[in-house]
Nanobody, 125 residues
Framework: EVQLVESGGGLVQAGGSLRLSCAAS????????IGWFRQAPGKEREGVSC????????YYADSVKGRFTISSDNAKNTVYLQMNSLNPEDTAVYYC??????????????????WGQGTQVGVSS
């Protein structure tokens, strides 16, 4: 069974950090780009970051460049998103997602094959 299991969400003050984890199973990890979308209430879901584990190619939305870092542990089939210098605009539900044969930007929800259940990130002023 295909699963993407997220963890690491929580509540932090502005300027703080969180690390999200996405553990994947049930499909060939190296054939997919794994990453994160986020959605705040009343807003469009946006692609945040992803990594293609076959060659470590990465993508970051402009809004998180320089603050977030994505990495992949292929032995554990797990992708991590280190989020630093968080601000209230980062508050959202973050969803892990798997995209087959990702060719490059954009990281769009229209090409997602599998979704995680979501984890809440809250950043207070």
């Amino acid at each position: 069974e295909v699963q993407l299991v997220e963890s690491g969400g929580g509540l932090v003050q502005a300027g703080g950090s969180l690390r999200l984890s996405c553990a994947a199973s049930g499909f060939t990890f190296d054939d997919y780009a794994i990453g994160w979308f986020r959605q705040a209430p009343g807003k469009e879901r946006e692609g945040v970051s992803c990594i293609r584990s076959s060659d470590d190619s990465t993508y970051y939305a402009d809004s998180v460049k320089g603050r977030f870092t994505i990495s992949s542990d292929n032995a554990k089939n797990t992708v991590y998103l280190q989020m630093n210098s968080l601000n209230p605009e980062d508050t959202a539900v973050y969803y892990c997602a798997a995209v087959p044969q990702w060719l490059g930007p954009p990281f769009s929800d229209s090409i997602v094959a599998y979704w995680g259940q979501g984890t809440q990130v809250g950043v207070s002023s």
